[in-house]
């Protein structure tokens, strides 16, 4: 069975470009998340698909990140315009359904210059 | 506000012994527990859970304690291997109302284990 893709892997843009991250899940599974991890601490949630709803974005700075899954399935992740604190690991996972266990893709490094 | 901690950033073990790893938290809202081993260049892989309604899960080399008195749990490896050289996090969850689904995780900073051989 595939696991979680992200692409790209590695990613270096200069504060005020835009950046897109993509992700695939695990064929079936409905739920779809979105994590931000900056060095040294824990993931921390961004945004919480479930098929192409959003179910929790309270923790996406709206006014920069924008998340979209049209179809329920693959899922893209926007930063415009990037800051110097954006510099962190995008990690995408996903679950067969809402509280289940998740699987993480490897996520996009991003530096942000 | 840091819902779950994790006070120690690394650990350095012998192959064969025990690691222990702790994690307290401090949301009373919290059920459910999970801990993630997390390699370079990879992302975060399920290893044990555990529900607020046992304090003790078990999968081979690995068992989760809960002591909810404490808000504290750990993670105890037996025996060690070289191949658990990983950053493990641990990460709380709280019940949705319906009561058939977990809401999201919150993560703690993670603990660093060099297991040597």
């Known amino acids: 069975e595939a696991g979680v893709a992200q692409s790209p892997r590695y990613k270096i843009i200069e504060k005020r470009q835009s950046v897109a991250f993509w992700c695939n899940p695990i064929?079936?599974?409905?739920?779809l998340y979105w994590y931000q991890q900056i060095l040294g601490q824990g993931p921390k949630l961004l945004i919480q698909?479930?098929?192409?709803?959003?179910?929790?974005d309270s923790q996406l700075p709206k006014d920069r990140f924008s998340a979209e899954r049209l179809k329920g399935v693959d899922s893209t992740l926007k930063i415009q315009p990037a800051k110097l604190e954006d510099s962190a690991v995008y990690l995408c996972?996903?679950?067969?359904?809402?509280?289940?266990?998740?699987?993480f893709g490897p996520g996009t490094r991003l530096l942000v210059l | 506000d840091q819902q779950v901690k994790q006070n120690s950033p690394s650990l350095s073990v012998q192959e064969g012994r025990i690691s222990i790893l702790n994690c307290d938290y401090t949301?009373?809202?919290?059920?459910?527990f999970l801990w993630y081993k997390k390699y370079p260049a990879e992302g975060p892989t399920f290893l044990i859970s555990?529900?607020?309604?046992?304090d003790k899960n078990e999968d081979g080399r690995f068992t989760v304690f809960l002591n909810k008195s404490a808000k504290h749990l750990s993670l105890h490896i037996v025996p060690s291997q070289p191949g658990d050289s990983a950053v493990y996090f641990c990460?709380?969850?709280?019940?949705?109302?319906?009561?058939?689904?977990?809401?999201?995780?919150?993560f703690g900073q993670g603990t660093i284990l060099t297991v040597h051989p």
């Open positions: 996972a996903s679950s067969l359904e809402p509280g289940g266990t998740q699987y």
């Open positions: 064929s079936g599974h409905a739920t």
């Open positions: 698909f479930q098929n192409n709803g959003v179910v929790d």
């Open positions: 949301n009373s809202m919290f059920d459910y």
């Open positions: 555990i529900s607020s309604i046992k």
């Open positions: 990460a709380g969850s709280s019940l949705l109302a319906g009561g058939t689904s977990y809401g999201k995780l919150t």
